[in-house]
């Protein structure tokens, strides 16, 4: 009898063509990086082109990818790898998409735990793009913002405060060094919050 326990820690939704194509083209784009680094050459890369790629939950904030394995015996084995559909349909953030896949596919390759190797086997990516492995800080206060339909804006000093509901005039600024009392923060629309509805729209009409 073979004892299989299934480590499953996030929800995944349908992978829609649009997703598909970028999924595809990114996973290509980091398997030819990847195949170009000495330090893996002696690894199952090829394998790695057997792994699924889907999405995570379009609310999902902190979580940005995942390796979702299965151990038999004590030998974990990958299923899947699931990234923010965010970082894979929005261009502005392909670069940080393209680190999250190959940090995943290092998790594919064995190195599951976040210990002294993998880090350094983490930054092999640098010589690929410097830029991309410490964007996940940016990406989380991106998805954070996302999230909220109103901007309440000073006028003066620029502060902003998300929220879901519109103040009408009833608020002012509390940044007191800035320009003192009296001045009413504006209700601003958030752009993103409509882009992110839009996205949700969209992924939903073509994953049906």
């Not at 330090?39 to 995570?56: E, K, Q, R, Y």
């Not at 902190?62 to 030998?75: F, K, P, S």
């Not at 006028?155 to 002012?172: A, K």
Request: hydrophobic share 35%; aromatic share 10%; net charge positive.
């Amino acid at each position: 009898t073979t004892l299989c326990l299934a480590w499953l820690p996030c929800g995944q939704s349908r992978v829609s063509p649009p997703v598909h194509s970028c999924t595809s083209w990114l996973s290509s784009s980091v398997l030819t990086s990847i195949s170009t680094m000495p330090a893996l050459s002696g690894l199952p890369i090829d394998s790695l082109n057997t792994v699924p790629i889907g999405t995570l939950r379009s609310d999902a904030v902190r979580t940005h990818a995942v390796c979702r394995r299965r151990t038999c015996l004590g030998e974990p084995t990958a299923l899947s790898i699931a990234v923010h559909p965010v970082a894979i349909l929005e261009p502005s953030w392909h670069r940080y998409a393209s680190f999250l896949l190959y940090h995943e596919y290092l998790h594919a390759l064995g190195f599951w735990r976040h210990d002294r190797n993998f880090r350094d086997l983490e930054r092999l990516w640098d010589s690929v793009d410097g830029d991309a492995r410490v964007a996940g800080n940016r990406f989380t206060r991106y998805l954070v913002r996302r999230k909220y339909r109103w901007v309440w804006l000073c006028p003066e000093c620029g502060r902003e405060h998300l929220r879901q509901r519109r103040q009408n005039g009833r608020y002012s600024c509390t940044n007191l060094e800035a320009h003192g009392w009296g001045v009413l923060l504006v209700d601003t629309l958030n752009s993103l919050y409509a882009d992110a509805a839009a996205n949700r729209v969209c992924t939903s009409t073509h994953g049906s």
